[in-house]
């Protein structure tokens, strides 16, 4: 009996070990060549004109017109680049209600990292400019949602305190080029750790438990109780890695097409819900529309576009 254990056990390492690789192989395809596609458009000093657009934007939401600098590099890079730019800049930029950088917290939470998330959404199967769409217009939105409410009720109107400081980095490109083989490296062993945890609570039937008591969001998110684990893993860890499992079952043809998307979309506008929202608070944001505020309007977004899923669907039926 336990030399059985012993052997299904490490069956299911061995089974989880080849779909890291092959999913990481995925992922990679797809975050190499943008890497360094960015890491070119940075060094010729081009990525700060694609912050020009963003300045309406930024009078729109109640923002300095400099931020967009900061979002720009968010948007095309990722988070922890965005903040680097915006510590450069604190002597210049002068002081942030917190209302402002909630607001700003939001819209880089929403839209970050466009590329590469939406490349591997991509990847899953879902369109990559309805991705960027989706969540360049949920950004926009939260940032106007939360200059508008706070202005008409004078909510969150002290300075923000910034606590983030850039730490001065390696200029070297064998340095830059260590760094991004170690991220790589260490996005496949979260890969494999995720996708072994969720082998695991296949196991023990906890997805079935979890997708009975989150059966009534699911629902009317346009889900089945098959996507519950996928979508708490991408949503604590991170899209990088609830993609990895969408991979997955898309080959075994787990989730439909409408789910696949449903999923993915619901991810890409809140995932890594502790980690994310910690770092926000680094540079003042307020916790609840860090963490609640962007949760629920992720949701909000979900159920719209399910229920124009339903109403196409039923057009269709009837014709």
């Known amino acids: 009996m336990p030399d059985t254990i012993g052997r299904r056990l490490w069956g299911g390492v061995r089974q989880t070990f080849s779909d890291t690789v092959y999913t990481s192989l995925e992922i990679f395809k797809v975050l190499v060549p943008i890497v360094i596609v960015l890491k070119i458009l940075t060094e010729i ?52 209600s917190q209302a402002q950088a909630a607001g ?44 508008l409410t706070c202005s008409a009720f004078g909510w969150l109107q002290e300075p923000a305190v910034m606590v983030f400081q850039a730490e001065r980095a390696d200029p070297s490109l064998l340095a830059w080029a260590t760094g991004e083989a170690l991220n790589l490296a260490g996005i496949a062993c979260i890969v494999f750790a995720v996708m072994l945890l969720q082998r695991f609570l ?29 979508v708490i893993i991408g949503m604590v860890t991170g899209l990088l890695y609830g993609s990895g499992i969408i991979i997955q079952e898309s080959r075994r043809g787990e989730l439909s097409p409408h789910e696949i998307f449903a999923v993915l979309t619901l991810m890409s506008l809140a995932h890594a819900l502790i980690e994310d929202t910690l770092l926000m608070l680094l540079i003042g944001a307020n916790v609840f529309v860090a963490l609640f505020v962007r949760t629920g309007i992720a949701l909000a977004v979900g159920v719209a576009l399910n229920q124009i899923h339903v109403r196409r669907k039923s057009r269709a039926a009837r014709a």
């Open 45 to 96: 000093g081009w990525l700060r004109y694609l912050a020009l657009p963003l300045e309406p934007i930024m009078r729109l939401t109640g923002l300095p017109a400099d931020l967009g600098i900061v979002w720009a590099t968010g948007i095309m890079v990722n988070i922890y680049s965005a903040l680097i730019v915006l510590a450069g800049m604190l002597p210049d930029l002068g002081p942030l």
């Open 104 to 147: 700003f917290a939001l819209m880089l939470l929403f839209a970050h990292g466009l590329p590469a998330e939406c490349g591997i959404a991509q990847r899953c199967g879902v369109s990559f400019t309805a991705q960027c769409v989706i969540r360049l217009v949920t950004a926009v939105f939260g940032g106007v949602l939360v200059h």
């Open 202 to 230: 296949k196991y023990c039937r906890a997805a079935d438990l979890l997708g009975v008591a989150l059966r009534p969001l699911l629902r009317v998110l346009g889900l089945g109780p098959a996507a519950a684990t996928t």
